[in-house]
């Protein structure tokens, strides 16, 4: 079953606009990742986060993790065309022993 | 150059012809997954192996084989492929529940 369900769905957005994820998930966990997915090919990792921080930062991506509420976010700040792209978050967890994507965030970024 | 690959990249077969997706990492990585990814469904786990003879179900096990002989290898075996497993299949290596790793895909039809 899935673990992760991102949210939306879909977005669309201008170049240069900021872009924010939502992935919320069901069971404690370990560590949260992210992973980007140009159309059809392998998924590249982003950030991953451990259940004991809150918030992460690499380039321009910012991602937060709130363990209360079961959720993280990810954010694209000034969004570039290439930005264009699926976004997963994934989870893991110890006594689950695997890592459980989520359906996924269809990103458009229009120049 | 670290990285999974998985041959073959492209599969057309027909119903009940046995066939064998390789994947091969380089990392010396412990943990290593097959998922598949169809339209609307997000990545679905089918197999995982935490180390070399040792292997467990993911979400979708149905109808697929693994097995873990070498540390670097995780072939998937369809026995008897269907039309319901034609989908884009990836391999994944990582050390345990960090940063994943994926191949390039393999996509696959089933006649």
């Known amino acids: 079953s899935q673990q992760g369900e991102e949210d939306p769905q879909a977005l669309s957005i201008q170049e240069g606009e900021n872009a924010t994820m939502n992935c919320s998930y069901k069971?404690?966990?370990?560590?949260l990742q992210w992973y980007r997915q140009n159309s059809g090919r392998g998924l590249v990792h982003l950030i991953l986060?451990?259940?004991?921080?809150r918030e992460k930062h690499s380039g321009r991506l910012r991602v937060t993790l709130d363990t209360s509420k079961k959720s993280s976010s990810l954010l694209i700040t000034a969004s570039r065309a290439a930005d264009t792209a699926s976004y997963f978050c994934?989870?893991?967890?110890?006594?689950?022993?695997?890592?459980?994507f989520g359906t996924g965030t269809k990103l458009q970024v229009i120049p | 150059e670290a990285q999974v690959t998985q041959n073959p990249r492209y599969l057309i077969t027909v119903t009940g012809k046995k066939l064998t997706v390789t994947c091969s990492q380089n990392?010396?990585?412990?943990?290593m997954s097959w998922y598949r990814q169809d339209p609307g469904l997000g990545l679905r786990q089918i197999y995982y192996?935490?180390?070399?003879?040792?292997?467990d179900k993911g979400d979708v096990p149905e109808g697929y084989k693994v097995s873990r002989k070498e540390k670097r290898n995780f072939p998937l075996i369809l026995e008897s492929p269907s039309p319901n497993q034609t989908s884009l299949y990836f391999c994944?290596?990582?050390?345990?529940?960090?940063?994943?790793?994926f191949g390039p895909g393999t996509r696959l039809l089933v006649l």
């Open positions: 990392m010396n990585h412990e943990y």
């Open positions: 994944a290596s990582s050390d345990r529940g960090e940063t994943q790793y």
């Open positions: 986060i451990r259940s004991n921080e």
């Open positions: 069971t404690s966990i370990n560590n």
């Open positions: 994934a989870t893991y967890s110890w006594g689950y022993q695997k890592v459980t």
């Open positions: 192996s935490m180390n070399v003879e040792v292997t």
